[in-house]
C-alpha cells in the first residue's frame, strides 16, 4: 500500500511540474511576443509632431505589454487539476467528503461531471 501512496505522489508532483514548466513556457512565449511587437510598431524618430507620435506610440505598447503581465488570463480548470486536489484530500483522510462531493454533483466518477462545475467542486473540496 505504502507503494502505490509514494507512486500517487510522484505523479502529482510530475503533474505539478508540468503545471509549473508549461507556465514559464507560456510566460517566455508572452515576453517574446510583446518584445516583437514592439519591434515592428517602432517608427523612425523624427523631428516636429511625427517624432513625438512614435514616441507615444512606443509608450502605449509599453503600457499594454505591463498591463497584460499584471492581469493574467483566467484558465478554466482541467480534469487533472481538480482530480490532484481531490486525491490530496483522500489521502488526508477525508475519502467519504470527497464521494460525497462528487455525489452532490450527480456523478460517481469524477470524469462523469460536467467541466463547467469544477470551480463549485474545487471550492467545496477546499473547504474540507
Known amino acids: 500500500m505504502s507503494k502505490i501512496k509514494l507512486l500517487l505522489d510522484v505523479i502529482g508532483d510530475l503533474r505539478s511540474l508540468a503545471d509549473s514548466l508549461q507556465a514559464v513556457a507560456d510566460a517566455v512565449a508572452d515576453n517574446g511576443t510583446a518584445e516583437a511587437e514592439l519591434t515592428t510598431t517602432k517608427e523612425p524618430e523624427e523631428t516636429g509632431k511625427a517624432g513625438k507620435t512614435g514616441k507615444a506610440a512606443k509608450n502605449t505598447a509599453k503600457k499594454d505589454a505591463k498591463a497584460a503581465k499584471q492581469e493574467p488570463e483566467e ?6 487539476e481538480v ?3 481531490l486525491a490530496e484530500k483522500s ?3 477525508h475519502t467519504e467528503e470527497v464521494r460525497a ?3 452532490k454533483h450527480g456523478a460517481d466518477k469524477l470524469s462523469e461531471i460536467d467541466p463547467t ?8 473540496a477546499e473547504m474540507l
Open 75 to 80: 484558465k478554466p480548470l482541467t480534469l487533472e
Open 117 to 124: 462545475e469544477y470551480p463549485a467542486l474545487l471550492a467545496e
Open 101 to 103: 462531493l462528487l455525489a
Open 83 to 85: 482530480r490532484a486536489v
Open 91 to 93: 489521502r488526508s483522510g
